[in-house]
T-cell receptor, first 111, second 115 residues
Framework: DAGVTQSPTHLIKTRGQQVTLRCSPK?????VSWYQQALGQGPQFIFQ???????QRGNFPDRFSGHQFPNYSSELNVNALLLGDSALYLC??????????FGPGTRLTVL | GNSVTQMEGPVTLSEEAFLTINCTYT??????LFWYVQYPGEGLQLLLK?????DKGSNKGFEATYRKETTSFHLEKGSVQVSDSAVYFC??????????????FGSGTQLTVLP
């Protein structure tokens, strides 16, 4: 079992650009959540996808959007990047009662 | 709203010392509580969990007891090792019908164990 995988590992963008991050959930999981972890902070919930729909959203602007595919994998898109979007983006998948498994994250740097 | 407060770090201990990392929470309901660990350059790993009051979660020598009366979930280990050096996050999740199981995290506590 490969666990939760994310790509790419690292990414460097400039302000105003757009970025797409990808996540493959753990086998048997149908729910994918995305979190943003700024340096020295705890992860902040962005949104969760289930059955290809956004089920819940945290306090993030519309520049952050996502998608879930029929195979349960997911993408996180961020438009009009700001310096403050620099962070580690974590994907978590789950299926059972309240337990989520995290991927290694994608480190995004915005210059 | 829901929130988690952790003791501020960093925490530096000698090997075999006793560890306590304090965590308190505020929640509108009855949350499940978690401790996650993050090693340098890696994602989060679930360390232990407790789903109801008075439950004790334990794993790899770490323990935490869900105290509803004090809204706390303090992490303890009797004898730390150098390999325990990492950032520790306390977190909660509230479940309700249709809930997205959104995790709310504390700000993390950096632990360094010296040989």
């Amino acid at each position: 079992d490969a666990g939760v995988t994310q790509s790419p590992t690292h990414l460097i963008k400039t302000r105003g650009q757009q970025v797409t991050l990808r996540c493959s959930p753990k086998s048997g999981h149908d729910t994918v959540s995305w979190y943003q972890q700024a340096l020295g902070q705890g992860p902040q919930f962005i949104f969760q996808y289930y059955e290809e729909e956004e089920r819940q959203r945290g306090n993030f602007p519309d520049r952050f959007s996502g998608h879930q595919f029929p195979n349960y994998s997911s993408e996180l898109n961020v438009n009009a990047l700001l310096l403050g979007d620099s962070a580690l983006y974590l994907c978590a998948s789950g299926a059972s009662y309240n337990e989520q498994f995290f991927g290694p994250g994608t480190r995004l740097t915005v210059l | 709203g829901n929130s988690v407060t952790q003791m501020e770090g960093p925490v530096t201990l000698s090997e075999e010392a006793f560890l306590t990392i304090n965590c308190t929470y505020t929640a509108t309901g009855y949350p499940s509580l978690f401790w996650y660990v993050q090693y340098p350059g890696e994602g989060l790993q679930l360390l232990l969990k407790a789903t109801k009051a008075d439950d004790k979660g334990s794993n790899k020598g770490f323990e935490a007891t869900y105290r509803k009366e004090t809204t706390s979930f303090h992490l303890e280990k009797g004898s730390v090792q150098v390999s325990d050096s990492a950032v520790y996050f306390c977190a909660l999740v509230l479940l309700s019908s249709g809930s997205a199981r959104q995790l709310t995290f504390g700000s993390g506590t950096q632990l360094t164990v010296l040989p």
